[in-house]
């Protein structure tokens, strides 16, 4: 699909197009196993199922419309998806009135500045603004609320979620910045690539799992997780992404080693968050998406791939 003949414009509209398709396919499965249930019961599989597809339809339209804007429209989304991200992170950690201060700074001063930094292409700046700057005046702001009381976990989990929330998403965006030979203007390319693979890991690790799904990976962790799921998830998601190599600078092979890699990093980032959230007596971080939880729930998995898909493609391709 990366045909000179087609505009990036036309492109990312068949790939819109092809995502919709799929939607539409999935809905009406969604419907007809719906139907067939016997008059007045409910399923709940299928009821979770028909909620995370029509989900689905609303992130995607959101996605397109961000996309048909333009690049600062896609910055200004992913800024949104950090901020509730954080919300979410920061509403069940255990803080204290003396960490008020610091999360100002997180919220309206280094959020803000990270997406803006990339906005104007300063690369070197957004990169270490979080993880040296930030990680140094946050706990200095804590201190002169004069609480010592477990104020390296304080400390620690407001780094901890500014790295995750924000840092770490903001390198979806930042994929925008990259000057990649003979791809120039389509670079929102490579921002569908890691969203169709990772996501779509996530959707074939929840099918798998429920077809063929026997042996639990860590039922204290994740208790839906699946050795089958896990398998079937990452290695339809790479074919995905190994498919996807003509919106791409890649090679069909490099974008099949690549898929798997973010596809695996993808799965260890819904893992340990998952981890986290077990440890704060959680199922979900939120109820902002039906049938998803909350927003970081949709994107754990792309905190943990983004830095590191960003970085493989900024080293072998700019």
Request: net charge positive.
């Amino acid at each position: 699909m990366n045909n000179p003949e087609l505009s990036p414009e036309q492109t990312l509209l068949f790939i819109f197009v092809g995502i919709a398709g799929a939607l539409l396919v999935a809905s009406t499965i969604g419907l007809v196993l719906r139907i067939r249930l016997p008059e007045g019961k409910t399923n709940p599989v299928i009821a979770n199922l028909n909620a995370r597809i029509n989900a689905w339809w609303l992130m995607v339209l959101v996605l397109a419309a961000a996309f048909r804007a333009g690049n600062t429209a896609v910055i200004v989304l992913f800024a949104f998806v950090s901020f509730q991200a954080l919300r979410e992170y920061i509403s069940v950690t255990y803080t204290r009135r003396s960490d008020h201060h610091a999360l100002l700074w997180c919220f309206f001063f280094f959020l803000p500045l990270q997406y803006w930094l990339i906005g104007i292409g300063w690369y070197g700046l957004f990169t270490i603004l979080i993880p040296v700057y930030a990680f140094l005046l946050l706990p200095i702001s804590a201190t002169f609320g004069a609480d010592a009381t477990r104020f390296l976990e304080r400390a620690a989990k407001v780094q901890w979620g500014l790295m995750i929330c924000v840092y770490c998403l903001s390198h979806v965006p930042a994929l925008l910045v990259l000057d990649i030979p003979a791809f120039s203007g389509r670079n929102l390319q490579l921002i569908v690539f890691l969203l169709l693979t990772v996501q779509s890991s996530d959707v074939f690790q929840y099918v798998w799992g429920k077809l063929l799904g026997r042996r639990k990976l860590s039922p204290e962790i994740s208790p839906s997780k699946t050795l089958e799921g896990l398998l079937g998830g990452i290695l339809s998601a790479t074919a995905v992404g190994a498919a996807l190599w003509q919106i791409t600078p890649f090679a069909w092979w490099q974008a099949a080693l690549i898929a798997l890699t973010v596809n695996v990093l993808g799965f260890f980032g819904g893992f340990v968050l998952s981890a986290i959230k077990r440890d704060c007596g959680l199922k979900d971080w939120g109820r902002m998406i039906e049938g998803h939880g909350g927003m970081l729930d949709r994107v754990d998995s792309l905190s943990f791939s983004a830095p590191v898909f960003f970085h493989l493609v900024r080293y072998w391709w700019t």
